[in-house]
């Protein structure tokens, strides 16, 4: 009889955990309490970033960051509020922005972007629907401090083996002939690939099925029946499910679930917006990011979407901010003014929750208290293109198998 892996959230890490575990031949079960359309998974812009080798804690954030929460449209905003949670993420992460963080941080994280990459290349031979595309990641700007400071990752990406160009203003309007360009320049990071997030989770979604994985969608799982340090039962709204393996992957939920499996995960959610223009013939061609604004356009198909903000809050904050959405708008107008976008109805609006740590690393690990017990959460705004390989190590973890890549700046 194959092992029970039972995998809690159904987003795109909980869903390549699944795909990988069954891979390895266990008999899996997903469960979500969502009904698995809308989630953070599915409304994100899609990029799939080797080039995001820094962690959102790093130096200068906090001065940046402080800057920004008296701006009413800036992209970086921490909701003031009375919590512990929120005072304990914010120490940690001051403790975590800094050169030494960041250097031990990079290598990891490119080692498993690129990995995940390779595997996104993997999929891709099997099928198109999700229109995965390597195209790299154009890094826009309007200013001379901000090309300084994107020369100066530049290098340190190509430091890491990356493949980066230096584009001057007629440089970038060479490379992005679909639309015209506002900037003074650009680099790009040739490294980077992109897809159409809800087309890829159909895709998976279709993979499990055919891997005979089971789905429990709108099931919120709210306990576990835990003994000798074993998970015996996952408790659910519809039942009790017994289980070999558990792993975690509740993206902003994690800490409130982790509490019942006697953990402390430090994490709070990042709001961020993104919109979707359908059928557009004119869009740019190059996922960029327009760096004053950290706005991030991703043409799909034959769509576009731009996405951005990141609000540090907490999960019942579902409030869409009108005035950083005017921020979004004013960047892409500004950047690209021949799009003339215009503010979005709240409605067509999608906000989602990206999982942040206070170290920006994400935790893929096995649990020390509970041995059958796996963690893979906290991938802030990388989870997309991290999603493979977490699933992948995850797998890796739980068989037993040496890891594809080194796991120790992923603890908890
Ligand atoms: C605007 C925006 C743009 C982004 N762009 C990119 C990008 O270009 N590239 C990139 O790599 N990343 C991007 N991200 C980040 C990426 O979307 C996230 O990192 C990723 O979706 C997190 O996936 P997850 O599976 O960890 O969490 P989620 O997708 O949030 O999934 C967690 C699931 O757990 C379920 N759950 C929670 N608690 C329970 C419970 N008790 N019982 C059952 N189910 C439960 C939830 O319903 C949810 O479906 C972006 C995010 C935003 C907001």
Known sequence: MSKKASIIGGGIIGLCSAYYLAKEGFQVSVFDKSDMTDGCSYGNAGMIVPSHIMPLAQPGMIAQGMKWMFDSQSPFYVKPRLSTDLIKWGMQFYQHANKKHVEKAMPALRDLSMLSKELYQDFAKENSSFFYDEKGLLMLFKTEKMAEEMHHEGKMAENLGLGVNYLSKDEVSQL??????????????????????????????????????????????????INNNIVSEVITSKGNFTTDEVVLATGSWSPEIAKKLQTRISLLPGKGYSFTLKEQSHKPSIPSILCEGKVAVTPMANDIRFGGTMEITHNNDTKINQNRLKGIINSV????????????????????FRPCTPSGMPIITKSKKITNLTFATGHAMMGLSLAPATGKIVAELISGKPTSVATNMFQL
């Open 176 to 225: 992005e002939t679909g639309t015209k360009t506002d900037v003074i320049g650009g680099v790009h990071y040739i490294s980077d690939a992109h897809l159409y997030p809800q087309k890829f989770m159909q895709f998976i979604k279709e993979q499990l099925n055919k891997l005979g994985v089971s789905i429990h969608k709108n099931t919120t799982v709210t306990d576990f029946k």
């Open 333 to 352: 107008n500004d950047f690209y003014p021949d799009l003339n976008i215009e503010m979005p109805k709240v409605e067509d609006t999608w906000y989602g």
